[in-house]
């Protein structure tokens, strides 16, 4: 259960919710069937949650084409799944040993290993045979710093992003490529065990503190267990002895291959946790993808809810350039910024009664007036200059006023979207920050210049001018 504690905060809210029910089930069975391991349930509620993802109608057609390749992988994931499958992918520079290790591992040269600078082009997998149950691929990658090879980097991200299991493999104190994509990996929660190739370089006290080196860097990163030296690779080296004699003699010293501890911790993790790591990997992908969904079901959203408040932005600065009695305008106001915000929340899902509009209105207005008083001033003073005038100077001064009606609109539109983006809630910043982040995000000049020209050009086609 280590790894799966350790992670387990990473997880999506609904996972975690699910787990919480399962083992409220499994802990009083009903009948005389054994309650489910602790991978057996990770592993079905990994499943679940998957299937529920791929067969959700709730998700508009272009959204899934816009994700139709991380869709394929939730298929594939599910696939593995059911086999139970468990993939452990190597990740590191070039030339530090990645392929060898793992035909170390395999017992046989299966990945290409090569003198030539970045041999690895593509991703290889093969099927780990040693272990019992045969559901054990290891994964080849492209190295991390090839020269002109930043879709092969961007691949070997990809594919340890997607494995259950990560063996970063190093052949020294880590380099800032090397550390930096050990962040990467690592912050995206997945296991991953720090290797050290080609150990054979190193006295047993220099392994002893290049050990103390890695632990110290990689605090927090990499649990101490999983520091792991090995010898991917048979050598032999040349030697110099003094034999009885006292004369200094050429020899050759075998150093053999030496991935034993490499081995049994890999075993004892599959054994312990091999179900609940193919798991957590499908269950981290999988909340992964909900929030790419989520933000694209979201940013679509948004579009229809800009034209939304445009259309209303249109016509409330038209009823109120239209129409010649102050009150009247504050009145008309009201009722289409509660008519605008019903019809958002229906867009986003979350309907709200008429009251509840009306009491976001005077939240957002109340803030407007401490933020942008002065726009509340000229949104008077053209209401005077409308009672006073006549012909075009009502168009011109109607027009203004009209600006103005469109200016705070857009404001309540777009304050209101965040407040339903947000779940109906002000979060953690509360609707004053709320309402001056959207005054700042608006260039309010050039919104009341195009308002007003819009109203003006609408006007001249619907107000007769008696000086014509």
Sequence with gaps: MEIWKNVQKHLPDWL??????????????????????SGDT???????????????TRIPDDVRESLR??????????????????????????SVGKSSLLNALLGQPVFSVSVLHGETRSVNMQQWQEYSDNGIFLIDTPGINEIDGESREKMAHEVANRADLVLFVVDGDLTDVEFQAL??????????????NKADRYTEKEQQQLR?????????MIAP??????????????????????????????????????????????????????????????????????QRILAIKRELGGKTIRLYCLGKGIAVALNPIPVADLLAAAVIDAS?????????????????????????????????????????????????????????????????AWYSTLVVGRVAEEWLANGKSWGEVGPKLTVERILESLDRDSVLTEAREEIITYLHKTVKNPQS
């Design 16 to 37: 975690l919710n699910n787990i919480g029910a399962n083992k409220a089930d499994n802990a009083a069975p009903e009948d005389d069937t054994p309650p489910q391991s």
């Design 42 to 56: 990770h592993l079905q509620l990994a499943t679940e949650s998957l299937r529920q993802l791929l067969d959700d």
């Design 69 to 94: 390749n991380d869709y394929t992988q939730v298929r594939g994931m599910l696939d593995k799944l059911e086999h139970g499958h468990v993939h452990i992918a190597v990740f590191g520079r070039v």
């Design 183 to 196: 962040k990467t990996v690592t912050g995206s929660h997945r296991p991953t065990l720090l290797i050290v």
């Design 212 to 220: 103390s080196i890695l632990r110290t860097r990689t605090q927090g």
């Design 225 to 294: 267990e999983n520091l792991i030296f090995t010898t991917a690779q048979a050598s032999r080296q040349t030697i110099i002895y003094v034999d009885e004699h006292g004369e200094e003699i050429e020899g050759i010293r075998e150093r053999p291959i030496n991935i034993s501890a490499l081995k049994t911790r890999l075993w004892d993790i599959i054994e312990a946790e091999g179900k609940t790591l193919a798991a957590l990997n499908a269950s981290l992908f999988a909340g992964h993808l909900s929030k790419e969904v989520g």
């Design 340 to 404: 605008m915000i019903i019809h958002l929340s229906k867009l986003y899902g979350l309907p709200i009664s008429r009251n509840e509009a009306s009491d976001l209105i005077r939240t957002i207005l109340g803030q407007m007036l401490l933020l942008a008083g002065t726009v509340w001033a000229v949104h008077l003073v053209s209401a005077a200059l409308k009672l006073g005038t006549g012909g075009i100077s009502t168009v011109l001064t109607g027009a203004a006023q009209g600006a103005v």
